[in-house]
């Protein structure tokens, strides 16, 4: 299923797709534009699937991240691949609401560092 929606100032839009295969996880992906140009995107994985072989299939295909930290009750993991920063929310304990995602940001994009 695919969503549309364009903001206010006429320059942004989203794209969403639902049900889509990231690694082999069901994940919804989001891809945002400015001025027709993709400066962002983001996978977001269903419930139910486990975070901790996502991390594990993405360290397979692009290495081991950069450095983490934790903000809030996540563990924030970052990469550096290529053209774009992506870095990826875990939860910190399976108590934890918020569903694990991946983001990437393009480098070229004048806001990359306020988006982190």
Same mark, same amino acid.
Request: some cysteine.
């Given at each position: 299923?695919?969503?549309?929606?364009? !903001?206010?100032?006429?320059?942004?839009? =989203?794209?969403?797709?639902?049900?889509?295969?990231?690694?082999?996880?069901?994940?919804?992906?989001?891809?945002?534009?400015?001025?027709? *140009?993709?400066?962002?995107?983001?996978? =977001? %994985?269903?419930?139910?699937?486990?975070?901790?072989?996502?991390?594990? *299939?993405?360290?397979?295909?692009?290495?081991?991240?950069?450095?983490?930290?934790? %903000?809030?009750?996540?563990?924030?993991?970052?990469?550096?691949?290529?053209?774009?920063?992506? !870095?990826?929310?875990?939860?910190?304990?399976?108590?934890? *609401?918020?569903?694990?995602? %991946?983001?990437?940001?393009?480098?070229?994009?004048?806001?990359?560092?306020?988006?982190?």
């Amino acid at each position: 299923m695919k969503e549309e929606t364009t !903001y206010p100032d006429g320059r942004t839009r =989203t794209l969403v797709y639902s049900g889509v295969n990231c690694l082999g996880f069901e994940s919804d992906l989001e891809y945002l534009f400015e001025q027709d *140009k993709l400066i962002a995107g983001s996978y =977001t %994985l269903r419930r139910g699937q486990d975070p901790r072989e996502f991390r594990r *299939k993405f360290e397979e295909a692009y290495g081991e991240y950069a450095f983490k930290f934790k %903000l809030d009750s996540m563990q924030r993991y970052f990469w550096d691949v290529g053209g774009s920063e992506s !870095y990826m929310d875990l939860p910190g304990s399976s108590k934890d *609401k918020h569903p694990p995602d %991946l983001h990437f940001i393009s480098k070229q994009y004048a806001g990359f560092f306020n988006n982190l």
